[in-house]
């Protein structure tokens, strides 16, 4: 069975509420480069807090740190080091996800020109 639409609704034609099915609760994308936030959901803002070091602060915070966070980078996208980057989220707090990108051939600290990371788990 095949299911197509353009549009998900409540029974009252609002938006549907994903708080208790597993969907992210948080996702960005962001420049490491010039600290722009270019895109987000759930997200206040983006703050640089160093080379390779960025602190993603949520509108609604998660239930506890017992969430699951992933983050992708690319370095550049014309850049050759695109594809020897890495991204890991440090320190756990309910309202704010911490990333760091970084080479992961020699582990020292970029900021990225593409940062994405995503949260999933349990709202407050």
């Given at each position: 069975m095949t299911v197509?639409?353009?549009?998900?609704?409540?029974?009252?034609?609002?938006?549907v509420e994903f708080v208790g099915q597993v969907a992210a609760?948080?996702?960005?994308?962001?420049?490491?480069?010039?600290?722009?936030?270019?895109?987000?959901?759930n997200v206040s803002s983006g703050v640089d807090l160093g080379t390779g070091?960025?602190?993603?602060?949520?509108?609604?915070?998660?239930?506890?740190?017992?969430?699951?966070?992933?983050?992708?980078?690319?370095?550049?996208v014309n850049s050759f080091y695109g594809n020897n980057t890495k991204a890991e989220s440090y320190g756990r707090a309910a309202g704010v996800v911490n990333v760091v990108t970084m080479s992961s051939s020699t582990g020292n600290n970029y900021d990225c020109e593409h940062l994405n990371a995503t949260v999933s788990g349990d709202l407050a």
């Open positions: 197509v639409t353009d549009k998900i609704q409540n029974h009252a034609g609002g938006p609760k948080m996702w960005a994308n962001y420049n490491g480069n010039i600290a722009l936030l270019r895109d987000s959901f070091f960025t602190e993603l602060n949520l509108v609604s915070a998660m239930k506890d740190v017992n969430y699951c966070n992933t983050a992708t980078c690319k370095y550049s």
